[in-house]
């Protein structure tokens, strides 16, 4: 009986593929072009969007011109984005606003396109050339429109590329610090500090900071060590100053300490090896 069930549902399934295949065919086949433009756009409808593109893609000269013509390519821009294939409907959407410069949706096409740089962000561990480009694009949005609704939408991804990008910079001062090149780790967690006062994060970056700065005196040659080890104080200070009431502050605070103990050390070793000469 179960195979039986399992014949009947596998040659249901082929009698409707069959009869899919002939429609489409009926279809690519004719050349009424309203009749093709009605079927695109059923299948658009339907979430056939690969079948519906190529419809669209067919009926880009015929129509080109008239009045269907706009809402054609807005169709077929919109295609590719459901089809995940976000190159291809930035550019479509990029070439709706040339073409449609006035249209009602000049704006809403003008964030897709923004938004599909946004989509295109890939892993932390790649280049962020597509979540840079998603941020500026979002910022010139808001700026193009300042009263639009997407707005607050276009501010969140900006927020959100902007940490993915804090992240990646944060890796890779962990990465220099771990790694034992404290100079590079040194410069790369100031840069997160620099790059993103806002973050809740800044005070252990700062710390970073002092401490990279302190190893790198630390491991360094002896003519080298009071300049570098002055360096780590001069980072503490702007420490107190950013963060007074830091609960990092008296941590910071040692490796300054360590530093002008040092410096200390190394000039009284100085003065006696230059009184016995």
């Known amino acids: 009986m179960m195979r039986l069930f399992k014949l009947f549902l596998a040659s249901a399934f082929l009698l409707v593929l069959v009869s899919s295949c002939n429609k489409y065919n009926k279809v690519t086949k004719s050349k009424d072009y309203d009749y093709k433009l009605k079927m695109a756009d059923e299948y658009f409808s339907k979430g056939k969007y690969k079948i519906a593109q190529e419809l669209y893609e067919e009926l880009f000269p015929v129509f080109k011109g008239t009045i269907k013509f706009e809402e054609l390519y807005y169709k077929d821009a ?148 009071i300049e570098r080890y002055e360096k780590v104080i001069t980072e503490y200070q702007d420490f107190t100053d950013r963060y007074p009431e830091s609960k990092l502050l008296k941590e910071a605070e040692s490796f300054s300490n360590l530093s002008i103990n040092n410096i200390k050390a190394i000039k009284y070793e100085q003065t006696q090896t230059a009184a016995k000469r």
């Open 78 to 225: 919109y295609c590719f984005y459901y089809m995940k294939s976000y190159a291809d409907a930035e550019n479509l959407f990029k070439g709706f606003l040339e073409v449609f410069p006035n249209s009602a949706k000049a704006e809403e096409v003008d964030y897709m396109r923004s938004y599909c740089f946004y989509r295109q962000s890939p892993k932390l561990e790649l280049e962020q050339v597509n979540t840079i480009k998603a941020m500026g694009m979002m910022q010139t949005f808001i700026n193009t429109h300042p009263g639009s609704e997407r707005n607050k939408e276009a501010t969140e991804i900006i927020d959100k590329c902007r940490a993915k990008l804090e992240m990646k910079e944060h890796r890779a001062a962990e990465l220099y610090y771990n790694m034992g090149q404290y100079r590079a780790a040194a410069i790369a967690f100031t840069n997160l500090t620099n790059n993103y006062p806002e973050s809740l994060k800044g005070e252990e970056y700062k710390l970073k900071t002092v401490k990279a700065y302190y190893k790198f005196a630390k491991m360094s040659y002896e003519d080298k060590q």
